[in-house]
């Protein structure tokens, strides 16, 4: 607003309105961004900046991006699924079994195609499904997010252990692609991704929804009464979350080519770090896809450095255990303090 | 009187549980004996003596996921050291060093959630991976079998306070048993009857008022997450003991279900409920559901869906009673 009436503003003037609207943990992320890619770039050229090494941390990287714009909707909302995990891990699931009960090996490429779209159809309706219940919880019976995404991770992963017998599911050649394919160099995941960030960020941008979304998770009771229907809106972005959820299932499902109930334990905790890293609050109301798209290459990056730093042994593992739960600690208690000294700044001004 | 017994919590749970054991003891006799009841009470124990921490968090409002991290932390440590020093001793100063390391990583967890007023969910979350991966990493990541541990540890596992004679061998009420009777008083008795305790319900309540009505809060949470630390201290030495090996990889996970328990017991996710024997009720559900349904013929793949589904209903039957109560006054209103 302020930009609209100024008359050509300076580059200098338009950072500081940036910086001052909020931006600045954005602003911080890609300097740290930028900082731990040229210390990598120095000191392990050799390793570090190749083509092999870029591509294998996008393969990564794309799966726990999508999962996590998917918790970072339903941390704007107020709330968290903490579901998105089984919800992926159930849809691949299915996925699988359809790829190998419809498609046997050597079957002619329409039986593939079409095996392939129903199979991929099937997951998205069972990640719609999850999540129209986890919202349906939430939004018509008030249980705490929390809560209920809790009890509905537990009901999915045990309908996955139950389908399963506890078994791993495989998946066919060809369903690979997903999780392994190129398209020119870029792997496929990535480009998955970034459909995905632009579609979501087009969704809380510019639409009534996005809009709706940030106001119930600033304050539902004032959203309630200017008319949002908030039920709605609830649980629509669990429906959403639902559906990514899925998308990382298929990635999955293509990238092992071997679905478990108990695949990745860790990814939720992941999650919702990259969240709180790229400055999603999780009190509610705030965040962006283009802070999780940082602080999810920040992340990648130091995690390929600690990997090449310890050697690639067990401990690496170890160490990125204990790393990534203090990184969450010290960002939670910077974001604290600038929201505070923010607050602080504001107070005085009006008066 | 029913009316009003209906709507107690503690009640509904307690009848369910009743119900659960009628329908499994006349499907599967086996289920009532005295054996399999020391069986069943020897796996509530250990959850029960993390359901009291979990409860008294949940009461304050918040969340704590981190006590299982805290606990293996605590007792592979504790090993380790006793294992280094080739200690011969008994089996009380295993459980000071434990409680004493779980107190400390307790403290850390209060000082962060107190001083600087973060999501408890979100705080916990990270330092289970941070003490967790700070054991892997720095203290070690293989694990001592039976052989390698210290004797009194082993020891501890077969003392029993009586046994009785049953046609697959001994059965005995163990200890530690009593432990979680003597904290489950103690916890009760807190919560009931002194000003901390009270502390505990108006901080859960509302945060904001129990500040101004005098509470300080940040001793109130050291107090909380201390006490946490410090039976997780003794809860991961239990662990360690009665399942003869200290395995760095184990319980960590399990930590929903202690939650869920409380929950299903009747403490409100969002402070300022719950209590005891609620809670103790809800732990002998989800052990029974945990171990029994086998005996009721339903595949063990399912129990996680029924687990789920009692989660879900423990929530959902609060909110219900709620709901019903608002529309009773309601109504109340109406009719004068």
Same mark, same amino acid.
């Given at each position: 607003?302020?930009?609209?009436?100024?008359?050509?503003?300076?580059?200098?003037?338009?950072?500081?309105?940036f910086?001052?609207?909020?931006?600045?943990?954005?602003?911080?992320?890609?300097?740290?961004?930028?900082?731990?890619f040229?210390?990598?770039?120095?000191?392990?050229?050799?390793?570090?900046?190749?083509?092999?090494?870029m591509?294998?941390?996008?393969f990564?990287?794309?799966?726990?991006?999508i999962?996590?714009i998917?918790?970072?909707?339903?941390?704007?909302?107020?709330?968290?699924?903490?579901?998105i995990?089984?919800?992926?891990?159930?849809?691949?699931?299915?996925?699988?079994?359809?790829?190998?009960?419809m498609?046997?090996?050597?079957?002619?490429?329409?039986?593939?195609?079409?095996?392939?779209? =129903?199979? $991929? /159809?099937a997951?998205?309706?069972?990640?719609? *499904?999850c999540?129209a219940? @986890?919202?349906? %919880?939430? #939004?018509?019976?008030?249980?705490?997010a929390?809560?209920?995404?809790?009890?509905?991770?537990?009901?999915?992963?045990?309908?996955?252990?139950?389908?399963?017998?506890?078994?791993?599911i495989?998946?066919?050649?060809?369903?690979?692609?997903?999780?392994?394919?190129?398209v020119?160099?870029?792997?496929?995941?990535?480009?998955?991704?970034?459909?995905v960030?632009?579609?979501?960020?087009?969704?809380?941008r510019r639409?009534?929804?996005?809009?709706?979304?940030y106001?119930?998770?600033?304050?539902?009771?004032a959203?309630?009464?200017?008319?949002i229907n908030n039920?709605?809106?609830l649980?629509?972005?669990y429906?959403?979350?639902?559906i990514?959820?899925?998308?990382?299932? =298929?990635? $999955? /499902?293509?990238r092992?080519?071997?679905?478990? *109930?108990?695949f990745?334990? @860790?990814?939720? %905790?992941? #999650?919702?770090?990259?969240?709180?890293?790229?400055?999603?609050?999780?009190?509610?109301g705030?965040?962006?896809?283009i802070?999780v798209?940082?602080?999810?290459?920040?992340?990648q990056f130091l995690s390929?450095?600690?990997?090449?730093?310890?050697?690639?042994?067990?401990?690496?593992?170890?160490?990125?255990?204990?790393?990534?739960?203090?990184?969450?600690?010290?960002?939670?208690?910077?974001n604290?303090?600038?929201?505070?000294r923010r607050?602080?700044?504001?107070?005085?001004?009006?008066e | 009187?029913?009316?009003?017994?209906?709507?107690?919590?503690e009640?509904?749970?307690?009848?369910?549980?009743?119900?659960i054991i009628?329908?499994?003891?006349?499907?599967?006799?086996?289920?009532?004996?005295?054996?399999?009841f020391?069986?069943?009470?020897?796996?509530?124990?250990?959850?029960?003596?993390?359901?009291?921490?979990?409860?008294?968090v949940?009461?304050?409002?918040?969340?704590?996921?981190?006590?299982?991290?805290?606990?293996?932390f605590?007792?592979?440590?504790?090993?380790?050291?006793?294992?280094n020093?080739n200690?011969?001793?008994?089996?009380?100063?295993?459980?000071?060093?434990?409680?004493?390391?779980?107190?400390?990583?307790?403290?850390?967890?209060?000082?962060?959630?107190?001083v600087?007023?973060?999501?408890?969910?979100i705080?916990?979350?990270?330092?289970l991976?941070?003490f967790?991966?700070?054991?892997?990493?720095?203290?070690?990541?293989?694990y001592y079998?039976?052989?390698?541990l210290?004797?009194?540890?082993?020891e501890f596992?077969?003392?029993?306070?009586?046994?009785?004679?049953?046609?697959?061998?001994?059965?005995?009420?163990?200890?530690?048993?009593?432990?979680?009777?003597?904290?489950?008083?103690?916890?009760?008795?807190v919560?009931?009857?002194?000003?901390?305790?009270?502390?505990?319900y108006?901080?859960?309540?509302?945060?904001?008022?129990?500040?101004?009505?005098?509470?300080?809060?940040?001793?109130?949470?050291?107090?909380?997450?201390?006490?946490?630390?410090l039976?997780s201290?003794?809860?991961g030495?239990i662990v360690?003991?009665?399942?003869?090996?200290?395995n760095?990889?184990s319980?960590?996970?399990?930590?929903?279900?202690?939650?869920?328990?409380?929950v299903?017991?009747?403490?409100?996710?969002?402070?300022?409920?719950?209590?005891?024997?609620?809670?103790?009720?809800g732990?002998?559900?989800?052990?029974?559901?945990?171990n029994?349904?086998?005996?009721?013929?339903?595949p063990?793949?399912?129990?996680?869906?029924?687990?789920?589904?009692?989660?879900?209903?423990?929530?959902?039957?609060?909110?219900?009673?709620?709901?019903?109560?608002?529309?009773?006054?309601?109504?109340q209103?109406?009719?004068i």
């Amino acid at each position: 607003m302020e930009n609209s009436v100024k008359q050509n503003p300076s580059l200098k003037d338009r950072m500081q309105s940036f910086i001052k609207n909020g931006n600045g943990n954005i602003v911080r992320l890609l300097t740290a961004v930028i900082i731990i890619f040229f210390l990598l770039s120095v000191t392990r050229y050799d390793t570090f900046l190749t083509v092999r090494n870029m591509q294998s941390m996008a393969f990564q990287a794309s799966e726990i991006g999508i999962l996590t714009i998917a918790i970072m909707l339903t941390m704007i909302s107020g709330g968290i699924d903490l579901a998105i995990v089984s919800t992926a891990n159930l849809s691949g699931i299915i996925a699988g079994l359809i790829l190998t009960s419809m498609v046997p090996l050597g079957s002619p490429p329409v039986t593939v195609a079409l095996g392939m779209v =129903i199979a $991929i /159809l099937a997951a998205l309706v069972v990640g719609v *499904v999850c999540g129209a219940f @986890s919202g349906y %919880l939430i #939004a018509f019976w008030n249980m705490p997010a929390i809560l209920a995404t809790l009890g509905t991770s537990l009901l999915y992963k045990g309908l996955g252990t139950a389908i399963t017998g506890g078994s791993t599911i495989f998946g066919i050649e060809e369903s690979q692609f997903i999780g392994n394919g190129l398209v020119l160099g870029i792997p496929f995941p990535l480009i998955l991704l970034l459909v995905v960030a632009i579609i979501i960020g087009i969704i809380t941008r510019r639409t009534r929804f996005g809009l709706n979304l940030y106001m119930l998770g600033t304050n539902p009771t004032a959203s309630h009464f200017s008319g949002i229907n908030n039920r709605q809106i609830l649980v629509f972005t669990y429906m959403i979350s639902g559906i990514l959820s899925a998308i990382a299932g =298929i990635v $999955i /499902l293509g990238r092992t080519n071997a679905m478990n *109930v108990d695949f990745g334990a @860790s990814y939720v %905790l992941l #999650a919702i770090l990259i969240a709180v890293l790229g400055d999603v609050d999780p009190a509610g109301g705030s965040g962006s896809v283009i802070g999780v798209i940082l602080a999810l290459v920040a992340l990648q990056f130091l995690s390929t450095g600690f990997n090449m730093l310890l050697f690639r042994s067990s401990g690496a593992n170890f160490f990125k255990e204990f790393a990534w739960g203090m990184l969450l600690i010290i960002v939670l208690i910077i974001n604290h303090l600038s929201a505070k000294r923010r607050a602080n700044k504001t107070i005085p001004e009006q008066e | 009187m029913f009316k009003q017994l209906f709507r107690k919590h503690e009640f509904i749970i307690g009848l369910i549980l009743i119900g659960i054991i009628i329908v499994i003891g006349l499907i599967n006799p086996k289920f009532l004996s005295l054996a399999n009841f020391f069986s069943l009470l020897r796996s509530a124990t250990i959850m029960g003596i993390f359901s009291m921490g979990a409860l008294i968090v949940l009461i304050s409002g918040g969340i704590d996921v981190s006590f299982t991290g805290i606990a293996i932390f605590s007792m592979y440590t504790t090993v380790t050291i006793l294992v280094n020093q080739n200690y011969e001793g008994g089996m009380l100063l295993p459980f000071v060093i434990s409680a004493f390391l779980g107190l400390i990583l307790g403290l850390i967890n209060g000082l962060i959630i107190g001083v600087f007023k973060l999501p408890t969910m979100i705080v916990t979350l990270g330092t289970l991976s941070l003490f967790r991966g700070a054991m892997l990493f720095f203290v070690g990541s293989d694990y001592y079998n039976q052989a390698e541990l210290p004797v009194a540890v082993k020891e501890f596992a077969r003392a029993s306070l009586f046994t009785v004679d049953t046609a697959s061998g001994k059965a005995g009420l163990h200890p530690t048993f009593f432990i979680l009777v003597f904290l489950g008083i103690v916890v009760w008795y807190v919560l009931k009857y002194t000003m901390l305790g009270r502390s505990f319900y108006a901080m859960g309540g509302d945060r904001e008022s129990a500040e101004r009505a005098g509470f300080n809060i940040l001793r109130t949470q050291l107090i909380i997450y201390g006490f946490v630390g410090l039976i997780s201290g003794i809860g991961g030495m239990i662990v360690g003991s009665l399942f003869r090996q200290a395995n760095p990889f184990s319980i960590v996970g399990s930590e929903l279900d202690v939650i869920a328990a409380a929950v299903l017991g009747g403490a409100s996710i969002t402070g300022g409920r719950g209590s005891v024997f609620g809670t103790l009720l809800g732990i002998i559900l989800i052990t029974i559901v945990n171990n029994s349904l086998v005996l009721l013929g339903i595949p063990s793949e399912w129990q996680k869906v029924v687990v789920g589904f009692f989660i879900l209903l423990g929530t959902a039957i609060p909110l219900a009673q709620a709901h019903l109560a608002r529309e009773r006054l309601v109504r109340q209103r109406i009719e004068i």
